[in-house]
């Protein structure tokens, strides 16, 4: 668990930072994933594709910016249900390129570069620039990453929920509510450290391993299992836990007769609102699990050490500190064999 202490002993020495942040300095330029934009003052109409920009712009107070979001995995935060009950959704998915560009944004704020990017399901960056349309990708999502090879990407380096704090912090100086932004990373760093914490007080087993399951194109399929670079790679990483599945793509797809060689010691099943794969519905996850004739002799399963999570927070977004945090509620409860 050397990341674990790393992150406790950095914390540390901040117990309580104070920060002045200063005002933006407009026009400002920023190097956004691999292309430069630029803004003459703060956005007045943006929107968002991809849940983890629209409730990041939220948790900055910025949800009177917002005209119309998209692509949603999970109910927003109980803390914007109000505000997000105002705001136009597009679509549950993919938005059209036409529904987005009707709204005459003066900014949109994406979650993925499959959604918009170089060959995006929405639309390239430049067909949104040359309208007048700024673009602004999450960094999460292309930091560490390459994106060119199609699908969910595959990660050069580790995630870090780092690349998270910097969406926050650009967001916030795109806006000029740089100090919203430092309050909020400060608020999840915090958590961050905290749920490392309790874990280390919970003594695990040295060699406890794990499987993340976001989806599969039907019940009975390979799993879309998580890669050990991605935002599940990190939790495991950080709680010292051992990821059985060695890709570094995002979400490769896994055999179950691999996974259950393994023998994982905890399952995390993917739990969402999307539909647009029958194994989407974590009950037909829990089914299958339960039923599979592989499957079901797995330690995790016999055992009970299933977890439900918010697929959002298995995406690179703020909420993966709160899967981190869940994650260590799990393990809190469950028994292992010394």
Not at 76 to 92: H, W
Request: proline share 6%.
């Amino acid at each position: 668990m050397n990341y674990a202490r790393r992150l406790l002993a950095i914390l540390a020495l901040f117990p309580a930072p104070l920060v002045i942040a200063d005002g933006t300095d407009y026009p400002l330029t920023l190097t956004n994933c691999g292309m430069e934009i630029s803004f003459q003052s703060a956005p007045e109409n943006t929107v968002t594709v991809g849940q983890s920009a629209t409730e990041i712009l939220y948790a900055l107070g910025l949800s009177e910016r917002v005209s119309a979001t998209s692509v949603w995995f999970n109910p927003v935060l109980p803390e914007f249900s109000e505000v997000n009950a105002k705001i136009e959704r597009l679509a549950d998915n993919d938005p059209s390129f036409e529904s987005v560009v009707s709204r005459r944004p003066e900014l949109v704020a994406v979650q993925y570069e499959w959604h918009i990017g170089p060959t995006g399901s929405v639309a390239s960056r430049e067909q949104f620039h040359e309208l007048g349309i700024n673009t602004y990708v999450m960094p999460a999502d292309c930091d560490t990453k390459d994106n060119s090879t199609g699908g969910d990407g595959t990660r050069i380096a580790a995630f870090s929920p780092e690349h998270v704090y910097k969406g926050i912090h650009e967001l916030a100086s795109i806006f000029d509510v740089a100090e919203d932004g430092d309050a909020l990373v400060a608020d999840l760093q915090a958590r961050e450290a905290e749920a490392v914490e309790t874990a280390q007080r919970l003594a695990l087993p040295e060699d406890l391993s794990a499987m993340f399951w976001f989806s599969s194109p039907n019940e009975s399929a390979d799993p879309y299992a998580a890669g050990r670079l991605g935002a599940p790679g990190y939790m495991m990483d950080v709680l010292g836990i051992r990821n059985v599945v060695e890709s570094d793509e995002e979400w490769p797809v896994v055999g179950w007769e691999s996974i259950a060689r393994a023998d994982p010691d905890i399952i995390v099943v993917a739990s969402m609102d999307r539909r647009r794969f029958p194994a989407d519905d974590v009950e037909n996850k829990l089914e299958f699990l339960h039923s599979d004739p592989v499957t079901r002799e797995m330690s995790a399963v016999r055992n009970g050490r299933i977890v439900e999570m918010d697929a959002h927070a298995m995406s690179a977004t703020m909420r993966t500190i709160f899967g981190l945090e869940a994650l260590v509620e799990a393990l809190s409860t469950m028994p292992f064999e010394q």
